[in-house]
């Protein structure tokens, strides 16, 4: 098929990214990159979107909501849970496509279960399983989760040496294509950082190596594949941000220890830095004539009271569960965020009795359930805790020596959870951030009044691709 869009287009998603961060940083020339990008394009803040009555600005209705320039409700994403089936809607990778554009898609929220398209797709963090489009770059998902069960298992030294992780890493991404010296660069990153001590330090350096990994694996895709439309997205960013906060603000959080401030305060500053350094490699790798995009679902900003409960935040450990209820046998558990996806073969019958087991599962003191379950598509059951601050038994005495009881037998929590980092001190909030740029976009213009959903429409006319009609965002007034 002919082409019909004008210029190729770069995304990059940088999850909680916010002006309040970027602002200081530039002002001391620590993000060069970035602030390149703004003097030569468009930039402002842009209202982030949720769906009614829920609390949180959510990244998994507001990506889709940034692809689709539909509100949650029309785009079909707007449960926590939900994935790609549950999308009603064209995404802008789609409009691309019809225009006979090559996709490339890294880390997009709620492109799992990946479709067939013409270039590649990899899933975000919230993928059930290590499914790619093609399968030969599924090794990329399982590093991921090795990478995540080494931080889950944080403690526990993880097996094998650093040098046969090393050589397993190499073979996979040699069978993808990649040339050997990238391989051997990208697999001594991710087999250092599996196996490096100290919780807190190692779980940073596991998030950079994981950013360094994949920047290096989708430049490395963009260049075979040759896509026209290429989007990446990283949530270092969000999670530095939600956990660090106290140590970069700490007069906001009086119980901070100082050692601490110190070893961290810059942690945040450093995500972006090396956000930073992606946005020059996408910059540099893509043709001068090229439309380049960073942009964040939400922003973020301060907690100082957590609406967490306890010190730590906790992990399910989901196999324990499913051997309490007495289902280990039929039932995989795949850890995504912090909830389980229990999932089977399609089967009523397995979902309701599964999620009333679960449901039987009670805390002693409270007699209220610990999960929340909610019933996915006909081949899964969510779980999350059900343990809020809200309540005073749980805000007084904290969750970290619950009992919890199953039909006659009682156990601990630590049975089932264990306790992973500090306690979140920042949330996401209404400030999303957007920066366009390339051939008829007005260099330093300010964005006003704008929200997530012209994201969009804006991209499709600045490729010189007609908007279709009834989209709930507009093409934002930036053109020369
Ligand atoms: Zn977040």
């Not at 990329?140 to 090795?146: A, S």
């Not at 990446?232 to 906060?245: C, E, G, K, M, P």
């Amino acid at each position: 098929m002919a082409s019909q869009f004008k210029w190729p287009v770069y995304i990059i998603g940088i999850s909680g990214g916010s002006w309040s961060v970027i602002e200081p940083l530039i002002a001391s020339g620590r993000i060069p990159n970035i602030e390149r990008l703004i003097c030569n394009g468009a930039s402002g803040t842009v209202e982030s979107i949720r769906v009614k009555g829920d609390k949180h600005f959510r990244p998994q209705t507001a990506w889709p909501t940034i692809a689709s320039g539909l509100r949650p409700e029309r785009h079909g994403v707007t449960r926590f849970f939900d994935d790609a089936r549950d999308i009603k809607a064209n995404m802008i990778w789609d409009v691309f496509q019809e225009q006979g554009a090559k996709v490339g898609l890294f880390g997009w929220p709620i492109t799992w279960p990946p479709k067939p398209i013409d270039g590649f797709m990899v899933p975000s963090h919230l993928a059930r399983d290590s499914q790619t489009w093609p399968s030969e770059l599924s090794f990329i998902k399982m590093l991921d989760r090795e990478g995540q069960s080494a931080e889950r298992n944080s403690g526990n030294q993880s097996q094998g040496s650093t040098k046969q992780n090393r050589l397993k890493i190499v073979k996979s991404l040699l069978k993808t294509g990649l040339r050997p010296s990238s391989a051997m660069r990208i697999a001594t990153t991710a087999a250092r950082a599996i196996v490096t001590g100290d919780v807190e330090k190692r779980a940073i350096l596991l998030r950079h190596a994981k950013l360094e990994l994949n920047s290096d694996i989708f430049l490395s895709l963009v260049k075979q594949y040759q896509t026209d439309f290429s989007a990446f997205t990283t949530f270092l960013v969000d999670l530095i941000s939600h956990r660090y906060w106290r140590y970069r603000d700490p007069d906001l959080f009086p119980n901070t220890d100082e050692e601490s401030v110190i070893h961290f305060h810059d942690a945040i500053d450093k995500a972006y830095e090396h956000v930073d350094r992606i946005v020059g490699r996408v910059v540099a790798a893509a043709p001068g004539k090229s439309i380049i995009a960073i942009v964040s679902e939400h922003g973020m900003s301060a907690e100082p009271i957590s609406a967490e409960i306890g010190k730590s935040r906790y992990i399910i450990q989901g196999d324990k569960v499913l051997e309490i209820v007495g289902l280990s046998s039929t039932i995989i558990a795949c850890p995504v965020a912090r909830w389980i996806a229990f999932r089977f073969q399609p089967n009523r019958d397995t979902q309701s009795n599964l999620a009333a087991k679960l449901g039987r599962i009670l805390v002693k003191d409270t007699l209220l359930p610990l999960f929340q379950v909610h019933l996915h598509q006909d081949d899964e059951v969510i779980a999350k805790f059900n343990l809020h601050s809200d309540n005073e038994f749980y805000a007084k005495n904290g969750i970290d020596n619950l009992t919890l009881t199953y039909n006659d037998r009682e156990f601990p929590i630590s049975y089932i959870a264990k306790p992973l980092g500090s306690q979140r001190s920042a949330m996401h909030d209404a400030q999303a951030l957007m920066i366009l740029t390339g051939p008829g976009i007005s260099a330093g213009k300010k964005i006003f009044d704008a929200s997530i959903l012209d994201f969009m429409p804006t991209i499709l006319h600045a490729a010189g691709i007609s908007v279709p009609s009834g989209l709930d965002g507009k093409v934002l007034d930036i053109f020369d």
